[in-house]
């Protein structure tokens, strides 16, 4: 059933002709080339600890071990977690500095004030331990107060910078949708990229400027969604059954989803208002791992390509040698294929087709025997040394040595887009895609030319989606080997 959005008033709104918008920045950046708020909250509680460590060794090196040193150092593990109990690193869009130091000061004090009790109670050298500790509580205020105020002024900077602000669209033209645009116009806590509305010719062509884009089936295939962090639902509370219906419509997309209600009080919607404009800085980028986990993933993505680069230089060239004397064309095959969050990356091959058949968009999968494939290009689809130059996308954080294996955009398998065919095709996509995988590891190489190849590919991608972990990623690299030269059914 239609509502009503408040067109008339949203129209009076001043409006871009290039569909940018006002909330939209003058450059957009993937999710994954963006600075990621999770990582940057770990490295400031890194900080901390480091500072918190090297306070308790200046205190007590060379002295030796004591009931003061006992107490100084469950200060330092105190403050370590007061830190955390105090909200000291959700770091919001809306924050004050000087509220922010209270968070700081208060956990160094809570801590402190725990162990002076415990000092006065329980120590037999009570007046000098409690010295020691107000001392410390001192430094460890001044300490800290100095590190949280330059990091506070950085990533108010970032955020000015728009690489620390939030990238939202809205589905749903509603009054809801007009009053978080004109909240976010008057504070620029976000971005809003556009709306989508399902009404057709009777939507809005913009709310306050904030372009309307489509229909809520564009919201998946459209070409913003990689730069995406949330998806606004804003519907009227009592619409139970169109609420359901967009959540399912919206299943396939790997970006966060939110509901905005249309119709609570004022109070109510304020609140959920602020839930969207006053994001945590970890909530941020999409993350969907352990940061640690994700920074030994790319240290290791990183170190191994490059030794293998090295170690394979001679190999390398010689394929790039035997290519271009096999047949006519460029030694390399680039397609754009899916990367993390659905953005479009250029992936490189060396090319194993002859290059007047070359498919770029995979409009036909290689079959055994086919005519396409050149000489060399047959030895090296077997043995998988065709893939070696993804090794370049992996240095760039293209793509990690693990995941789901990327897809040419728009591949078909029996006519069909391969995408259509699973709705959870897109969740495959919240990992960046890998040179190797567990699809890859359990059977699932080569073309998906069927219907049932796919939802298998998906599933297995999935699996690994949410199992990850540095372990498993060891253990898929130590069984890729092993698993390509042992097969000789699967047509690559």
Request: with cysteine.
């Amino acid at each position: 059933m239609p509502y009503d959005t408040g067109a008339e008033s949203a129209e009076r709104g001043p409006f871009d002709a290039n569909r940018r918008g006002p909330l939209r920045p003058s450059r957009l950046a993937s999710a994954r080339s963006r600075l990621g708020g999770a990582s940057l909250t770990r490295l400031i509680q890194a900080s901390d600890l480091a500072l918190v460590a090297g306070l308790f060794y200046a205190k007590c090196v060379g002295d030796a071990l004591s009931g003061a040193n006992v107490l100084l150092l469950a200060a330092s593990m105190l403050v370590a977690a007061a830190l955390v109990s105090f909200d000291a690193y959700k770091l919001t869009a809306r924050e004050r500095l000087y509220h922010h130091l209270y968070k700081v000061i208060g956990a160094v004090g809570a801590s402190s004030l725990v162990l002076l009790t415990f000092a006065s109670l329980a120590s037999p050298e009570k007046q000098a331990n409690i010295l020691r500790i107000v001392d410390w509580c001192l430094i460890a205020v001044a300490v800290l107060g100095a590190s949280h105020l330059a990091w506070f002024t950085y990533i108010r900077r970032m955020r000015r910078q728009g690489q620390l602000t939030p990238n939202l669209i809205i589905v749903g033209a509603t009054p809801a949708a007009q009053r978080l645009i004109a909240v976010a116009l008057s504070n620029r806590d976000v971005n809003i990229l556009g709306v989508f509305d399902d009404r057709g010719e009777r939507a809005p062509k913009h709310i306050f400027g904030v372009p309307v884009l489509g229909r809520t089936a564009d919201v998946k295939s459209h070409r913003l969604l990689p730069y995406v962090d949330r998806i606004v639902i804003a519907v009227p509370s009592g619409a139970t059954a169109r609420i359901a219906q967009l959540i399912a419509e919206l299943a396939p997309c790997p970006n966060d989803i939110s509901l905005l209600m249309d119709g609570f009080d004022a109070a109510s919607e304020q609140a959920a208002q602020e839930r969207l404009l006053d994001m945590p800085l970890s909530h941020l980028s999409g993350v969907r791992h352990g940061v640690l986990q994700g920074a030994v993933k790319r240290v290791i993505d990183v170190t191994f390509s490059i030794a293998a680069i090295i170690v394979l230089a001679p190999a390398l060239a010689a394929i790039s040698v035997a290519i271009r004397m096999d047949s006519p064309g460029p030694v390399l095959f680039k397609q754009r294929r899916h990367g993390y969050m659905n953005e479009e990356v250029l992936v490189w091959k060396f090319r194993s087709m002859r290059s007047e058949m070359s498919d770029y968009a995979a409009a036909r999968q290689v079959t055994a025997d086919d005519d396409r494939v050149t000489k060399v290009g047959k030895f090296l689809r077997r043995t998988s040394l065709d893939e070696l130059p993804q090794l370049w996308n992996v240095i760039r954080g293209e793509m990690s040595l693990v995941g789901p294996r990327p897809h040419a955009i728009g591949m078909l398998t029996n006519g069909a887009e391969a995408s259509k065919l699973v709705e959870t095709y897109a969740h495959r996509h919240r990992m960046k895609p890998g040179l190797t995988g567990w699809a890859a590891v359990n059977g699932s190489r080569g073309p998906v030319d069927t219907a049932d190849a796919v939802r298998r590919r998906v599933s297995l991608d999935l699996e690994y989606v949410e199992r990850q972990s540095v372990w498993l990623d060891l253990s898929i690299m130590a069984r890729t080997l092993p698993c390509v030269l042992g097969d000789t059914q699967t047509v690559r």
